[in-house]
């Protein structure tokens, strides 16, 4: 099967040789680039399926297009295989051989001759018809993931074909991985059988649901702390006054903890949650396609403050899931993770959970739950791991600057 995007060929050909894509470009190719992986027809990419088969082609093709040299084992791609086990306390075995689900990284390469290589990465599987990802709750319906993460796999198309129009001192491998929602399979199985030396990879660029930047231009970046070139050169780029909301750990639910756990630094960039995460209605209208546009443009000029380090220093982190509270019950929010005030700030409220019985909203900031008070997310954790199923307790939350009440059974 072939994809072929003539009219855009056709337009590039037309560019001088050698001249970068204007924003104009960069922004009709995201928007394409989002509506084709996120169309319908492609059934929500869950890895194994035709739809993700061809989403593969689709990446390949654009790499092919953009001038990128193969770096897969087979081309582009490099194919894995995950044997499921039957007993469910066991680890998925990932490798080429055996019976189970095949999934295919797309690998391309610049080489620009240099001993050090950056690796940009975004996951480009979604979850099909939805299964146990889905936050959904009616009838099976097609996930599109435009968000999670159409919005990350184009902006590292869009940063491929930035690059190399330009020379830079370090090479760049661009991955777009499979089977990051199932456990980060295809980072995993790069890590373990690269297709270049990781001795010479500098640090590894993560993107993950750029696609929603708010109001309020905020960006998360998470593994600041692996490397201590990363903080100073993050706001010396930030030219467009990003609100930047940075954690240290390189340990995280996506591709970046397979380069972390090989003792290389890591960023990621996430522009939040949102209420139509793993659900059928992260469509590719609801993107802020100018938003995923800064996105990119800040990770470039970053990636080009960065040149001016030697091989950036690596920094191990404190886990910060190693520490987290087990609870059992929920409240039944989406936190707001780009909330940088005090308080746990609700992007969203769950039917049929706790916090709606209790009138909470999207916005509201809890401050206090029972007795404990509320300056962070740890804090909310801490404090709802307090509490089993059946028992009832205050909490304590503000909206439109009053503080109020309400009464919560779990």
């Known amino acids: 099967m072939k994809i072929y995007r003539l009219s855009i060929i056709a337009a590039s050909l037309l560019l001088a040789c050698n001249s970068a894509p204007s924003n104009d470009i960069l922004l009709q190719n995201l928007r394409t680039d989002v509506s084709y992986l996120a169309a319908d027809k492609l059934e929500g990419r869950a890895i194994g399926t035709s739809g993700e088969e061809q989403a593969a ?10 001038g990128l040299s193969p770096k897969g084992t087979d081309g582009f791609f490099q194919e894995f295989t995950v044997s499921k086990p039957t007993n469910p306390h066991e680890e998925a075995i990932i490798g080429t051989d055996g019976e189970g689900v095949t999934g295919r990284n797309v690998i391309g ?20 018809y939805g299964g146990s990802g889905s936050l959904y709750r009616g009838d099976s319906a097609i996930h599109n993931g435009a968000d999670d993460n159409a919005s990350g796999t184009s902006a590292l198309v869009a940063l491929a074909d930035i690059l190399k129009h330009e020379k830079h001192p370090s090479n760049f491998l661009f991955i777009a991985f499979s089977g990051e929602e199932n456990g980060l399979w295809g980072s995993n199985y790069f890590v373990k059988n690269p297709t270049i030396d990781l001795s010479t990879v500098n640090y590894m660029i993560n993107m993950d649901m750029v696609g929603r930047l708010n109001e309020e231009n905020t960006l998360a970046i998470n593994g600041v702390g692996t490397s201590p070139s990363f903080v100073p050169a993050l706001d010396l780029v930030n030219s467009d006054s990003l609100k930047l909301v940075t954690s240290e750990s390189g340990v995280g639910p996506s591709d970046h903890t397979s380069f972390y756990l090989q003792d290389l630094p890591v960023l990621h960039f996430f522009t939040g949650q949102h209420e139509d995460y793993h659900r059928p209605s992260d469509d590719s209208e609801k993107i802020n396609y100018e938003g995923l546009l800064q996105v990119v443009q800040y990770i470039h000029r970053l990636i080009g403050e960065l040149d001016n380090e030697p091989k950036l220093a690596f920094t191990k982190t404190k886990d910060s899931s190693g520490d987290s509270p087990r609870f059992t019950v929920t409240l039944g929010v989406v936190p707001d993770y780009l909330f940088d005030g005090k308080g746990m700030r609700i992007d969203g409220v769950s039917e049929d959970k706790p916090a709606q019985a209790a009138g909470l909203q999207k916005g509201d900031v809890i401050v206090q739950l029972g007795d404990s008070t509320i300056v962070d997310m740890m804090s909310y954790m801490r404090s709802l791991s307090a509490f089993q199923k059946g028992e009832e307790t205050q909490v304590v939350y503000e909206r439109d600057g009053k503080r109020l009440e309400a009464k919560v059974k779990f």
Request: no cysteine; aromatic share 14%; glycine share 6%.
């Open 57 to 66: 082609t689709y990446l390949a093709e654009r790499f092919a297009e953009i």
């Open 109 to 128: 390469f610049i080489d620009n001759q240099s001993e050090n290589t950056i690796v940009i990465g975004a996951h480009f599987d979604h979850l099909g």
